[in-house]
């Protein structure tokens, strides 16, 4: 639901065949392949989870609301989990993990994070994808990452996602001459308007699966998916009745004929 009809803007953008440009319809363009990626992947992983419960099979969860994150190495304990997972096993512990000199836990970074780009696809895009996530990552653990831990919560929020946004530009286009001209026009440097008509014929029409976009890949809907159920359940006539009858019980002792009543309910 989410996933296609944001897809459909993308392949609009991305395409060039949205019309005129400007600089916000770029930004919605890839935010809308933001949203994609992740409701697609998410997905369909969910329901290879689910799907392996029917046959018993219990597989780890691989999303954990990665949007929420507040730092790129937050983000990755979150997106792909199972993918982390295994080069954490099998190549990132082999190599010496960060038991290791400060140099060669670099290199380490640098070999996993290339290899994983290398993993998505045979193209120069995913090899520049995975080893922007190694630099951006080594920033993070040996200069910026105390920086990040006392700045607001907020900055921490907007600088993940600027980090993650661009990087869906440079995985996207396998075609990398294209990448940086959809960067220049993000940041108004292709000569586009900040905005235009056809930008907001764009926003209004899909306002709304923005907002749920953005709503459900966060916590809340499940917190007060869960509040609600066990609000409904308390008030309902099962869930009294069981309380009823264990209170019977408690009092066995006294009420013998509560205690019958108490098991028949």
Avoid at 62 to 72: A, E, T
Avoid at 134 to 149: D, F, H, S, T
Avoid at 174 to 195: Q, S, W
Wanted: with cysteine; proline share 3%.
């Amino acid at each position: 639901m989410i996933a296609n009809n944001v897809g459909l803007l993308w392949d609009e953008v991305s395409s060039g065949s949205a019309g005129e440009m400007s600089v916000l319809l770029y930004w919605l363009g890839i935010l809308a392949y933001t949203f994609q990626i992740y409701y697609d992947f998410s997905g369909y992983s969910d329901m290879a989870i689910g799907l392996g419960r029917v046959f018993g099979f219990t597989f780890d969860e691989n999303f954990n609301y990665p949007y929420i994150s507040k730092s790129v190495t937050e983000f990755w304990r979150r997106w792909h989990i199972t993918l982390g997972a295994w080069f954490r096993d099998y190549v990132y512990i082999p190599l010496g993990g960060n038991r290791c000199s400060k140099q060669r836990h670099i290199l380490n970074i640098l070999i996993v994070w290339g290899l994983t780009g290398f993993w998505h696809g045979a193209s120069w895009n995913f090899i520049l994808w995975g080893l922007y996530f190694a630099v951006i990552l080594i920033l993070e653990k040996y200069i910026i990452g105390r920086m990040l831990e006392h700045a607001p919560a907020f900055v921490r929020h907007i600088y993940t996602m600027l980090l993650v946004i661009v990087s869906w530009v440079i995985f996207y286009f396998e075609d990398i001459g294209r990448v940086g001209p959809y960067l220049a026009g993000m940041f108004g440097r292709a000569g586009v308007p900040l905005c235009n008509e056809n930008t907001l014929y764009y926003l209004f029409s899909y306002s709304i699966i923005f907002i749920l976009a953005a709503l459900f890949s966060t916590p809340l809907p499940g917190r007060l998916l869960k509040q609600t159920e066990s609000e409904r359940i308390k008030k309902s006539p099962v869930f009294l009745a069981a309380t009823a009858g264990w209170r019977c019980r408690a009092r066995s002792s006294t009420h013998p004929a509560s205690v019958r009543i108490a098991a028949f309910i």
